[in-house]
Nanobody, 125 residues
Framework: QVQLEESGGGLVQTGGSLTLTCTYSSRTDKVLAMGWFRQAPGKAREFVAT????????EYGDSVLGRFTISRDNTENTLTLQMNNLNALDTAVYYC??????????????????WGQGTQVTVSS
């Protein structure tokens, strides 16, 4: 079983930056691809970013490309999402996700079999 715990959410002004961190642990399964999804009130869940098992490959959703950066440290068991130039449309609950089946993640949530509880990010104008 994989445990995921997000931190770093909060309130930030438009144009500001925020860094989300996900700390993960597993007693049995190896954590492979990881990523972030988000969900705003009344909207469908949205893919944000994914990173492969060794951190050598990344993909981003169109709405965050060029503003967000995903990275991981497998020695510290942490996943990070650096978010810059935030705007109101980035307001959402952000979820850390992990896969024990796929080396590379993807845009669809079917790639990921473990989800964190989520952390709220609110961008004020």
């Amino acid at each position: 079983q994989v445990q995921l715990e997000e931190s770093g959410g909060g309130l930030v002004q438009t144009g500001g930056s925020l860094t989300l961190t996900c700390t993960y642990s597993s007693r049995t399964d190896k954590v492979l691809a990881m990523g972030w999804f988000r969900q705003a009130p009344g909207k469908a869940r949205e893919f944000v970013a994914t990173i492969n098992a060794i951190g050598a490959g990344t993909e981003y959703g169109d709405s965050v490309l060029g503003r967000f950066t995903i990275s991981r440290d497998n020695t510290e068991n942490t996943l990070t999402l650096q978010m810059n130039n935030l705007n109101a449309l980035d307001t959402a609950v952000y979820y850390c996700v992990a896969s024990t089946r796929f080396y590379h993640g993807g845009y669809h949530d079917i790639y990921f079999d473990h989800w964190g509880q989520g952390t709220q990010v609110t961008v004020s104008s």
